[in-house]
């Protein structure tokens, strides 16, 4: 292992932008499968690997869902995220936020409550077991109806204390972030974070972004490089203090490559970019992998990737005292190199 590596690898981590039913491994989806009588078009874990082959956000979403299928109870979704947390405590990751998408499993039957109730049951075992520490996050599909977002709202609200925040993700095309603007304000008047979805090299990338920061007033964006295509909108995200949660390696099977350059030119903008998974069961690579890929790719030195770890604990939502052992463990290993 290279000094380079190694450093990444014990680098104290925070994910910000994770999806959890990303983190279905084939061999999991194989297992709940058997385990709930679900046929699935592969029939063997390397044959499932080898039709991970995106080249589109479309062509990935496809996959995705049809990966959901296998996920009934509320064991299922105990067993997925515990996996994840798992995976995540080996590379480091001290906290995370994960996303979670209710509307893709109640239009499939499953009870927003099986769904939350696994989740938690494995977050609360991370913390106690595994030394992880997360939070949720409840995704709205913008690729389906306006009222079935807001029916996904009031079903959140008997687990508020278990949800920070709402964001907004699946097909972006012809789904502008306005579409769901009425959705958001409820949101934040029961208190919820905001965050919202701007993925790389979209129709309309900018003018969403401008949605996002001017009309709906989100407080973080998700994957946003295309941002630096105008030095207007890059001054308002730098003076609002916003951060950007950028996915390297999921972004080279959706887009043109891993926009690692990206990365490192808002590192030099001063805006608070951030470095995470996406999606990584199907884009093959967790924390590790996408800190290693960014570095590699755009020369990082540690102090930027230190850089970059805090960025992710600075737009973290929590709370100082919250935040404060995590910036402490950071700085403490930072200060080994």
């Known amino acids: 292992m290279s000094e380079m590596l190694e450093f990444i690898q014990g680098l104290p981590k925070a994910e910000l932008h994770l999806h959890i039913e990303g983190t279905l491994e084939p061999e999991l989806k194989f297992r709940l499968a058997e385990r709930n009588g679900v046929d699935l078009p592969a029939a063997s874990v ?16 496809a996959v995705y869902y049809e990966g959901m ?14 996996a994840y947390l798992a995976k995540a405590a080996s590379q480091n990751v001290m906290y995370a ?19 939350i109730q696994g989740i938690r049951r494995a977050q609360e075992v991370g913390r106690s077991e595994l030394g992880i520490d997360t939070q949720l996050i409840m995704c709205f599909l913008r690729d389906m ?10 079903q959140s609200l008997p687990h508020k204390d278990w949800i920070v925040g709402v964001g907004l993700d699946s097909d972006e095309r012809g789904n502008p972030p306005l579409k769901f603007a009425e959705v958001f304000a409820r949101a934040r008047e029961h208190g919820y974070r905001l965050t919202i979805h701007c993925d790389v090299d979209q129709e309309d990338s900018v003018a969403h972004i401008w949605q996002c920061v001017s009309d709906i007033g989100v407080e973080r964006i998700d994957h946003g490089t295309n941002s630096l295509e105008d030095t207007a909108l890059i001054a308002d995200i730098h003076e609002r203090d916003l951060a950007l949660t950028s996915c390297p390696i999921s972004n080279s099977f959706v887009s043109d490559g891993t926009k ?17 998974s996406d999606d990584p069961a199907y884009f093959r690579g967790y924390m590790t992998e996408n800190f290693a890929v ?3 790719e755009a020369g990082l030195t540690s102090a930027e990737l230190v850089q970059v770890s805090r960025n992710a604990l600075d737009s973290a939502w929590l709370s100082d005292e919250e935040r404060a052992p995590y910036v402490a463990r950071l700085e403490a290993y930072a200060d080994l190199y």
């Open 97 to 115: 936020e994960i996303f979670f998408d209710p509307q893709a499993h109640t239009s499939r039957g499953v009870a927003f409550d099986t769904v």
């Open 294 to 296: 960014a570095q590699h």
């Open 145 to 154: 109806s306006v009222e079935s977002a807001a029916e996904a709202l009031g």
């Open 260 to 276: 690692a350059s990206s990365i490192k030119a808002l590192l030099d903008l001063g805006v608070k970019v951030t470095i995470n």
């Open 69 to 82: 299928s296998v996920l009934l109870t509320e064991n299922d979704f105990f067993d997925l995220t515990h």
């Open 46 to 61: 390397e044959e499932m690997k080898a039709a991970y082959d995106f080249d589109d956000l479309p062509s990935f979403l």
